[in-house]
Each structure stands twice: as C-alpha cells, then as structure tokens.
C-alpha cells in the first residue's frame, strides 16, 4: 500500500470516528429515572396513604396552582398533608436523590474507557515514518462491573426508601401539627 492509499484510509477512518462519536455519546447519556421514581412514590403511598406526591419532571404550575387552590379556602388535615407531599423541599431533594442513584447505576454497568495511543516514528536516514496505534483495557476493572452494579442498584434502594422514611416522618409532622392546632 502506497503512502497516498494509506494517507486517504487513515482520512477515512478518521471521519468515520469523528462521525460517529457524538451518536455513541449521546446514546449513552441517557438516563430514565422515572421508574425509580414512581417505585419511591408506590412505597410512599403504601406507607402513608398519600394519593399524591412530588415527581421530579412533573408540571410545576400544575403543583403551584393546586396549592393555591387548596389554600384558598381553609385548609384540612388531608389537603395539608397534600401540599406537604407536593411541596417539601427536603422530601424534593431526595427524589433527586433517586435520579443520580440511578445514574450511578447507569455508570456502574459501563467497562471503563479504554486507553489508546499513538506514537509516530520518524527514521533518521528518511523514507517513511512508522506509526503505530495501541488500545488497553484494564481485565481487572471489566470483571468488577457487576459487583460495582449490584452495590449501585443497592443504594438505588437505599435512596428510594429514604425518601419513603422522609415522606413517612412529614406525613406524621403535618399531622401532629394540625391536630395540635386543631385541639387549641
């Protein structure tokens, strides 16, 4: 193979990973956490009773108004609970929570990147440089990947019930509050 054929094929080769890299990168990013998080939300109403509760990615104006609806007119034990469930702060903070768990999950399942590299060789009494190319993967790290898999997926867990204990204790705060206010 001539210096011109080699040259052209290494161009081509080039454009074609050049190409196709963003597809393969944004392919990989993408995360659905949704699932996790209505798992949390089932745990939740099973535990508390709690028809509603906040989903990141939900309609925020949907939330402020029905806030605001039901602040409009008195407020009862149940509809406090509701706004409690909607508009915690903390509680919004630990479904959060659910999502970079599951992204680490996600991460915990992919090989690690392997290493390439490049050297050019330039001969002292001319011709043609040699080039070579070399890629490694750490054996070690691929054999991992399912144990770093399953102790992810367990911390998925333990952050879905996390939010659970947190909906748990603010269901029986908001409770507590409004019958003490009630019994006044």
């Not at 659905?32 to 009773?49: F, K, L, Q, S, V």
């Not at 409009?72 to 768990?101: H, K």
């Not at 680490?104 to 001969?123: D, I, K, M, R, Y």
Request: some cysteine; charged content about 15%; proline content about 6%.
């Amino acid at each position: 193979m001539n210096s011109t054929a080699r040259t052209v094929s290494f161009r081509r080769m080039t454009a074609t990973v050049l190409l196709l890299l963003p597809t393969a990168v944004l392919a990989g990013c993408v995360v659905d956490p949704r699932p996790d998080y209505e798992r949390a939300a089932a745990i939740i109403r099973d535990h508390t009773g709690a028809s509603e509760t906040y989903l990141p990615g939900g309609d925020e104006a949907a939330i402020r108004s029905a806030v605001a609806a039901m602040l409009a007119d008195g407020l009862t034990v149940d509809e406090a609970v509701r706004i409690a469930m909607l508009n915690n702060p903390r509680l919004q903070a630990l479904f959060c929570d659910v999502g970079v768990s599951r992204a680490e999950v996600v991460q915990a399942g992919l090989p690690p990147n392997p290493t390439f590299s490049f050297t050019e060789g330039f001969p002292q009494g001319g011709g043609m440089p040699s080039l070579t190319f070399s890629a490694s993967q750490s054996l070690i790290e691929l054999l991992l990947i399912p144990i770093r898999k399953k102790i992810a997926e367990s911390q998925l867990q333990q952050s879905q019930l996390a939010v659970a204990q947190q909906a748990v204790e603010l269901v029986g705060d908001v409770k507590r509050a409004c019958y003490l206010l009630i019994s006044l």
